[in-house]
């Protein structure tokens, strides 16, 4: 059953950032044996597991095509290709990059985030430089500005530049096909993908929070649930006392 607008009542950029967390979801999920068995037993099977990666990558903007049939795409499959191949060895750089320089950088950008195929990669680096863009101007990361600034220009050194993330950029709205006006008015063909996308947004949200919840219950281990994206970890304060709770839950 499709979801209706009402049935999700979140901020605009709760929705927008939905796939992201959806992806450290299904990843973990998929990646961790321990993680399944657990969901398994409140029904979270196959085929849910699978009914999300669709839900992912219809909200990511991405359709499956047999085969190109223009020149838009063949561009679409160039971009898919060339983004599939960059996602391994950019985040094996990465990941060298921050892991000792920047561990807590580290965490923050690959927390639940690894290299994969087609669609999936797709999804995976536009993750990728939404973090990076956290790093650099996110709101939630006043605190750690200066840091988060120096693992970027780490980065940089190691040829993922700002020129280098913006070409990313665009490659990801190439293959996932998001309408674009150029400043001109939007077209009814626009409007209408704009309004498909939002409803695949909304319908993503309602599995996520249908889901996220029960894996709070059924997941006991605060390690996993960190994994899969549903806490993290608390910077312990001065006056925390030795063994405190490091764990927040986040919304």
Do not use: C
Request: glycine letters at 6%; hydrophobic letters at 40%; charged letters at 30%.
């Amino acid at each position: 059953m499709t979801t209706t607008e009402t049935d999700v009542t979140v901020t605009k950029e709760t929705l927008d950032a939905t796939p992201e967390r959806v992806l450290v979801f299904l990843r973990a999920i998929g990646t961790r044996e321990v993680i399944r068995s657990a969901m398994l037993g409140y029904g979270y099977d196959g085929a849910e597991h699978r009914r999300g990666w669709t839900l992912l990558h219809a909200a990511s903007g991405y359709r499956e095509e047999a085969a190109p049939s223009n020149a838009a795409d063949v561009e679409v499959a160039a971009a898919v290709t060339e983004l599939d191949a960059w996602d391994e060895r950019g985040f094996r750089v990465a990941r060298a990059a921050l892991k000792t320089r920047h561990p807590a950088q580290h965490q923050f950008v690959f927390n639940g985030l690894v290299a994969s195929q087609g669609a999936s990669a797709v999804i995976g680096v536009q993750a990728f430089l939404d973090r990076l863009d956290a790093l650099e101007s996110g709101e939630d990361r006043k605190a750690t500005r200066k840091e988060d600034r120096a693992a970027l220009a780490t980065l940089a050194a190691r040829s993922i530049t700002e020129s280098e993330r913006t070409r990313l950029r665009a490659l990801v709205h190439v293959a996932q096909r998001f309408a674009r006006t150029d400043g001109a008015a939007p077209t009814p063909a626009a409007l209408e993908s704009a309004e498909a996308h939002h409803a695949a947004l909304v319908d993503l949200r309602a599995y996520f929070e249908e889901w996220s919840e029960i894996a709070r219950t059924a997941i006991t281990r605060r390690d996993h649930l960190i994994f899969m994206g549903l806490a993290k970890r608390k910077k312990p304060s001065k006056k925390s006392a030795p063994g405190a709770d490091k764990t927040a839950q986040p919304g």
